[in-house]
């Protein structure tokens, strides 16, 4: 069965960095374009990224372009989210999402958990 | 971006009753060349990640109960719980994939009447 488990959550001072994972399971992860979505507490959802299966195609909500960067690696069924320049309007549960199978399948059809990220001092 | 909107921003509906949630987008989200409507709809319930329900506005994931449906083209979509269920009580949200950034809906939560 599909499994996404993220790690890497936690407390960060404003201007800090965080480092988020995504360990995929169940699933032919190179085959799948991946998407990291947040929820800010009591909020709605807010899709932030989302890459290529093959990792040459990525894209940013303004609101992280520039101090946040997605990435994969395929041999290691592994999603990440390196976030830096963090502020408190980032603090939220960040999700990770399996895109649909086809290339513009851009609906999540499996999710992880969520991690909590907090920006605080 | 695209901007959707949906309506009401809460519903109470009795058991057993039809439950109705709207979704506009600022533009059509129909890609004439396929026919298709770039929509898809989530469920959420507390303390769980969000559930994907409809996609292609009106195809129900696999799972998914048939008192769901989802329709609607262009700029306007309904997602419908034709008798409604206790286990339906959560936070439905839409969500554009036409084009980046997708964006979603600020979501309705649904309650027992």
């Known amino acids: 069965q599909v499994q996404l488990v993220e790690s890497g959550g936690g407390l960060v001072q404003p201007g800090g960095s965080l480092r988020l994972s995504c360990a995929a399971s169940?699933?032919?992860?190179?085959?799948?374009?991946m998407s990291w979505i947040r929820q800010a507490p009591g909020k709605g959802l807010e899709w932030i990224s989302y890459i290529s299966s093959s990792g040459s195609s990525i894209y940013y909500a303004d609101s992280v372009k520039g101090r946040f960067t997605i990435s994969r690696d395929n041999a290691k069924n592994s999603l990440y989210l390196q976030m830096n320049s963090l502020r408190a309007e980032d603090t939220a549960v960040y999700y990770c999402?399996?895109?649909?199978?086809?290339?513009?399948?851009?609906?999540?059809?499996?999710w992880g958990q969520g991690t909590l990220v907090t920006v605080s001092s | 971006d695209i901007v959707m909107t949906q309506s009401p921003d809460s519903l109470a509906v009795s058991l057993g009753e039809r439950a109705t949630i709207n979704c506009k987008s600022s533009?059509?989200?129909?890609?004439?060349?396929?026919?298709?409507?770039?929509l898809g709809w989530y469920q959420q319930k507390p303390g769980q990640p969000p559930k994907l329900l409809i996609y292609w506005a009106s195809t129900r994931e696999s799972g998914v109960p048939d008192r769901f449906s989802g329709s609607g083209s262009g700029t306007d979509f309904t997602l419908t719980i034709s008798s409604l269920q206790a286990e339906d009580v959560a936070v439905y949200y839409c969500q554009q994939y036409y084009s980046t950034p997708r964006t979603f809906g600020q979501g309705t939560k649904l309650e027992i009447k």
């Open positions: 533009q059509s989200v129909l890609y004439r060349s396929n026919n298709k409507n770039y």
């Open positions: 169940g699933f032919t992860f190179s085959d799948y374009y």
């Open positions: 999402a399996r895109d649909g199978p086809g290339s513009w399948d851009g609906y999540n059809d499996y």
